[in-house]
């Protein structure tokens, strides 16, 4: 139904697998498996000639998963599922520089993992995101803080311990993130919001914002579950000022303890930016590493809801809808319209988007959603071309999916397009193996479960 991507002039190309894809007027139902199996081969025919290198099989014990970082000094701040190990960012850079000089950058900053690293290393860092909560902690983790800071934290954390809870803030206007807590635990979220917001010091309330968003979670009636939120079992939630201002302390004293022991000498810049809108870096870049958005339709704006409705950082809908609108397109909760539509993959745009038009998904938009997923990424890859330095690597840490029983290999479709705009591809390395959903399981076929991975795409531009 699409056209072919189509890529800048100035751009060149290179070989795709040559096969006979699919025709939409040679399917019908006593041929259910043609398209998966031309789906199949086209893969194949990549790994053939770029062969997946398995680093890893486990499903949780992986350098692509947040989990060591919660161990580790300033990246332990916050949780952040989405996020990958700094163990692991720190490898990539050390095994990719090429001079102490390097510039390193991250296209999709989250919390700021590869900047905080980058920076803890001694190398200048950037990165980008459009997703307020997560600039904002970055922001914070990624600052440079002295003695007199230290002592500041310190005096606060005692005064807050002694301190009369009376005022309190108005709740958010938005009565669902409201109903996640008990009418007690909430009256004294909002008390202790109203005592932050009279801290003078901006790096000091800062800190210790994060460090009430960090336990909302721990004394919410609800946790963070797959793409959104589930209620808690046989969880007793009330919780009063004192018990909360309890957790709060506790967290105060990490951050006192890490900044002490962890020292940052130049700070990462951390811009509110979308990275398949035009940008230009202080500096290009020799170093990328970073994992966007999967196209597994996990919606940011719901996972973190909380969060970004207590924080402030949305006020009402209209700002969730911006958040959203500036986000790549990588879930069906929004309709966007089609953009970019020169810089996808041609499988994706015709074969795979016909043939799940015509099944009975869960969400009609998800063959749109692929669509628009995979002309962002490669726009995306195009703008990210204008602000490296020549040979400069990049790493994109990605997740391969499943819809009506088609695998989607985001690693080997976005390796092909980075490969049209003129990068060269190193090599991807599987570091995961991914399971979906029960239903998906019961219908992708034996020989398409191989696809089913999380992996790293090494590219080099020229």
Same mark, same amino acid.
């Given at each position: 139904m699409y056209k072919e991507a189509?890529?800048?002039?100035?751009?060149?190309?290179?070989?795709?697998?040559?096969?006979?894809?699919?025709?939409p007027d040679k399917f019908s139902e006593s041929d259910s498996n043609m398209l998966l199996n031309i789906v199949n081969e086209y893969y194949t025919s990549f790994e053939k000639t770029s062969p997946i290198k398995v680093i890893n099989k486990s499903q949780f014990n992986t350098p692509v998963n947040f989990k060591q970082a919660k161990t580790i000094p300033i990246h332990r701040w916050y949780t952040y599922k989405e996020g990958f190990s700094p163990l692991f960012v720190n490898q990539f850079i050390k095994r990719y520089k090429t001079a102490d000089e390097n510039i390193v950058f991250d296209p999709f900053g989250g919390i700021g993992t590869?900047?905080?690293?980058?920076?803890?290393?001694?190398f200048t860092a950037y990165s980008n995101d459009v997703n307020p909560l997560s600039n904002f902690i970055a922001n914070v983790k990624a600052d440079i803080y002295n003695k007199q800071d230290l002592g500041d934290l310190e005096k606060e954390k005692e005064r807050i311990t002694k301190y009369c809870f009376y005022r309190k803030n108005n709740p958010p206007e938005n009565e669902t993130v409201g109903n996640y807590f008990t009418k007690t635990t909430l009256d004294?979220?909002?008390?202790i919001q109203s005592y932050i917001d009279t801290i003078q010091n901006e790096k000091i309330r800062s800190l210790i914002f994060i460090a009430l968003l960090t336990i909302l979670e721990s004394i919410s009636t609800h946790r963070k579950d797959?793409?959104?939120?589930?209620?808690?079992?046989?969880?007793?939630g009330d919780f009063n000022v004192n018990q909360i201002v309890g957790l709060l302390t506790a967290q105060i004293e990490l951050f006192i =303890? %890490?900044?002490? $022991?962890?020292?940052?000498?130049?700070?990462?810049i951390i811009s509110?930016?979308?990275?398949?809108?035009?940008?230009?870096?202080?500096?290009?870049?020799?170093?990328?590493?970073?994992?966007?958005?999967?196209?597994?339709?996990?919606?940011?704006?719901?996972?973190?809801?909380?969060?970004?409705?207590?924080?402030?950082?949305?006020?009402?809908?209209?700002?969730q809808k911006k958040f959203r609108e500036a986000s790549v397109i990588s879930h069906v909760h929004y309709k966007w319209g089609l953009r970019h539509q020169d810089f996808g993959h041609r499988?994706?745009?015709?074969?795979? =988007? %016909?043939?799940? $038009?015509?099944?009975?998904?869960?969400?009609?938009k998800i063959p749109m959603m692929l669509v628009g997923y995979f002309n962002d990424m490669g726009k995306v890859l195009y703008e990210l071309s204008e602000n490296l330095n020549q040979g400069a690597t990049v790493g994109f840490v990605v997740g391969n999916s499943v819809y009506g029983g088609v695998p989607i290999a985001t690693d080997i479709l976005l390796a092909e397009i980075a490969m049209k705009l003129g990068f060269?591809?190193?090599g991807i390395e599987s570091y995961r193996t991914l399971t979906p959903s029960s239903q998906q399981m019961r219908i992708i076929r034996e020989q398409d479960k191989k696809f089913l991975r999380e992996s790293l795409v090494i590219l080099k531009w020229k």
């Open positions: 189509l890529i800048p002039e100035n751009i060149s190309l290179v070989e795709e697998p040559q096969l006979d894809l699919f025709n590869t900047a905080v690293e980058a920076a803890l290393l001694g004294s979220v909002l008390k797959g793409n959104g939120v589930k209620i808690k079992k046989n969880f007793k =303890y %890490d900044i002490k $022991n962890k020292t940052i000498q130049t700070k990462p509110y930016q979308s990275s398949f809108e035009k940008y230009s870096l202080p500096q290009k870049a020799d170093i990328v590493i970073t994992s966007p958005p999967y196209a597994n339709c996990f919606d940011y704006s719901k996972v973190y809801l909380v969060e970004l409705w207590f924080g402030g950082f949305f006020k009402n809908k209209q700002d499988l994706v745009n015709n074969e795979i =988007y %016909d043939y799940l $038009n015509d099944l009975n998904l869960w969400d009609k060269k591809l190193l």
